[in-house]
């Protein structure tokens, strides 16, 4: 570095290696012993995050490029967004196999541009033709106010569609049971099921008219095979109102 | 810019960054939906990014998958009050990228990619607008103090990831004359924005 201009840093300054780092300029085993800096060095660490906050910036002149729809399969794949094969009693039990046993759903859901995962949800389940009832949506929270789960139901078909946010196992020798709890009455089970994935649940007939804005799903704790008295026996580990989109 | 709030009363477009980085932390929180979201919201920018350094398509793809898993694994230690979610995210694109080329499995073209042009993007996201906006105007008008050899050296390096050696042959100066800008240009940038 010539010492003869006025910018010249300092004799006692340091080189600008975390923003060289930032930016790339080193390659080979300089990168690698700056990689190694930034784990072990707190200030350094420090440094490269004021350049990556501040010439991150430039990436809005980045033109977006498009992406193929298979990029999101991999991710969802290598990040456990397996669909599992459903677990749920009785009405759902013709829904096994289909579109859960690929990665549609969450193909669907990467293709879909909306912001909000609620409305990409019911994208994928249904583009209606005729105006029908709109779908209800409802984020099923813990108690701590967590989002555990996202439902959601298309009053055409009776068609429920859980799917976990977070891991939620039930305990050892217990499952979960989803419930609708209509508006001032008393739940009604919709079946267990293994929150490990997305579940797909065919609400009976007879409930669906229950099922409308502010009823609520919640999901309980219940021995295997679910509640034995109709009504939800162990704790309530997430709930949440249902909304029409 | 002048139309956004610090302190957003209704739903303007300052939400959609709220939103970004709250889905980011949600996202850190193990939150698989957020994760979709922030991928349909990031993804085509962050190829862009990634095609820009890597100069080709399939190199591009896998560092974008590597790049959303690594999200998936570290958005716990993104933190709002360092960085937007957008620049994080764009860091975590780059280093992938860098790393791929570190790895030898990629071999440039040691000449620029002239077909990208300029890279402006003229119909830029409102979330682009709104992430990191204060960062960005600082970023600009200091860059704007430093000369034209320094300033280009500083954005060409960001756009291609490329070296000081490759600096130095596109732009047909010793090795010693390119670094010299640069740092001096960074030295001085740092001084700008920390003003």
Same mark, same amino acid.
């Given at each position: 570095? =010539?010492?003869?201009?006025?910018?010249t840093p300092e004799p006692g300054?340091?080189?600008?290696?975390?923003?060289?780092?930032?930016?790339?300029?080193?390659?080979?085993?300089?990168?690698?012993?700056?990689?190694?800096?930034?784990?072990?060095?707190?200030?350094?660490?420090?440094?490269?995050?004021?350049?990556?906050?501040?010439?991150?910036t430039l990436a809005e002149e980045?033109?977006?490029?498009?992406v193929p729809a298979h990029i999101?399969? /991999?991710?969802?794949?290598?990040?456990?967004?397996?669909?599992?094969?459903?677990?749920?009693? =009785?009405?759902?039990?013709?829904?096994?196999?289909? *579109?859960?046993?690929?990665?549609?759903?969450? /193909?669907?859901?990467?293709?879909?541009?909306?912001?909000?995962?609620?409305?990409?949800?019911?994208?994928?389940?249904?583009?209606?033709?005729?105006?029908?009832?709109? =779908?209800?949506?409802?984020?099923?929270?813990?108690?701590?106010?967590?989002?555990?789960?996202?439902?959601?139901?298309?009053?055409?078909?009776?068609?429920?569609?859980?799917?976990?946010?977070?891991? &939620?196992?039930?305990?050892?020798?217990?499952?979960?049971?989803?419930?609708?709890?209509?508006?001032?009455?008393?739940?009604?089970?919709?079946? &267990?099921?293994?929150?490990?994935?997305?579940?797909?649940?065919?609400?009976?007939?007879?409930?669906?008219?229950?099922?409308?804005?502010?009823?609520?799903?919640?999901?309980?704790?219940?021995?295997?095979?679910?509640?034995?008295?109709?009504?939800?026996?162990?704790?309530?580990?997430?709930?949440?109102?249902?909304?029409?989109? | 810019?002048?139309?956004?709030?610090?302190?957003?009363?209704?739903? &303007?477009?300052?939400?959609?960054? *709220?939103?970004?980085?709250?889905?980011?932390?949600?996202?850190?929180?193990?939150?698989?939906?957020?994760?979709?979201?922030?991928?349909?919201?990031?993804?085509?920018?962050?190829?862009?990014?990634?095609?820009?350094?890597?100069?080709?398509?399939?190199?591009?793809?896998?560092?974008?998958?590597?790049?959303?898993?690594?999200?998936?694994?570290?958005?716990?230690?993104?933190?709002?009050?360092?960085?937007?979610?957008?620049?994080?995210?764009?860091?975590?694109?780059?280093?992938?990228?860098?790393?791929?080329?570190? %790895?030898?499995?990629?071999?440039?073209?040691?000449?620029?990619?002239?077909?990208?042009?300029? *890279?402006?993007?003229?119909?830029?996201?409102?979330?682009?607008?709104?992430?990191?906006?204060?960062?960005?105007?600082?970023?600009?008008?200091?860059?704007?103090?430093?000369?034209?050899?320094?300033?280009? %050296?500083? /954005?060409?390096?960001?756009?291609?990831?490329?070296?000081?050696?490759?600096?130095?042959? /596109?732009?047909?100066?010793?090795?010693?004359?390119?670094?010299?800008?640069?740092?001096?240009?960074?030295?001085?940038?740092?001084?700008?924005?920390?003003?």
């Amino acid at each position: 570095m =010539s010492p003869k201009t006025t910018d010249t840093p300092e004799p006692g300054d340091e080189l600008p290696l975390a923003a060289e780092f930032v930016l790339g300029l080193v390659q080979g085993a300089e990168r690698d012993a700056l990689e190694k800096r930034r784990r072990d060095d707190y200030r350094f660490a420090q440094d490269v995050e004021f350049w990556e906050a501040r010439l991150g910036t430039l990436a809005e002149e980045v033109k977006p490029a498009d992406v193929p729809a298979h990029i999101w399969d /991999r991710i969802a794949e290598e990040v456990g967004h397996k669909p599992v094969p459903l677990s749920v009693s =009785s009405a759902a039990k013709e829904q096994r196999g289909g *579109i859960w046993q690929s990665l549609n759903f969450w /193909r669907g859901l990467g293709i879909a541009s909306s912001a909000l995962a609620a409305a990409s949800l019911v994208l994928v389940l249904r583009t209606p033709q005729a105006p029908p009832p709109p =779908s209800l949506v409802a984020s099923l929270t813990l108690t701590d106010g967590k989002s555990a789960f996202m439902a959601t139901v298309d009053r055409m078909t009776g068609k429920v569609m859980l799917m976990p946010a977070i891991d &939620t196992p039930a305990p050892a020798d217990h499952t979960h049971e989803l419930w609708l709890v209509p508006v001032g009455g008393t739940p009604q089970s919709l079946g &267990t099921f293994v929150a490990n994935g997305p579940v797909l649940v065919k609400m009976p007939d007879d409930m669906m008219p229950h099922a409308g804005t502010d009823a609520m799903l919640a999901i309980s704790v219940e021995p295997m095979g679910g509640s034995t008295t109709g009504a939800p026996t162990g704790p309530v580990v997430a709930s949440g109102k249902m909304h029409e989109l | 810019m002048a139309f956004y709030s610090p302190l957003p009363m209704t739903m &303007t477009r300052s939400d959609a960054s *709220i939103s970004l980085a709250a889905r980011l932390q949600a996202v850190g929180r193990g939150d698989r939906a957020a994760l979709a979201e922030v991928y349909n919201s990031t993804s085509p920018k962050l190829m862009g990014v990634c095609l820009r350094i890597l100069g080709e398509r399939s190199e591009a793809e896998d560092v974008l998958q590597e790049t959303y898993v690594t999200v998936w694994r570290r958005a716990g230690t993104f933190d709002p009050a360092k960085a937007s979610a957008i620049t994080w995210l764009v860091a975590v694109a780059r280093n992938k990228a860098l790393d791929r080329i570190r %790895s030898g499995k990629v071999r440039r073209a040691s000449t620029p990619l002239e077909d990208a042009g300029e *890279i402006v993007d003229p119909a830029r996201s409102a979330l682009d607008e709104v992430e990191g906006a204060d960062d960005r105007r600082a970023l600009i008008g200091c860059l704007e103090e430093l000369d034209d050899d320094q300033k280009w %050296s500083i /954005r060409t390096a960001f756009f291609d990831g490329v070296t000081y050696e490759e600096l130095a042959a /596109r732009r047909g100066v010793p090795l010693g004359t390119m670094k010299s800008w640069v740092r001096r240009g960074l030295m001085k940038l740092r001084g700008c924005l920390e003003q």
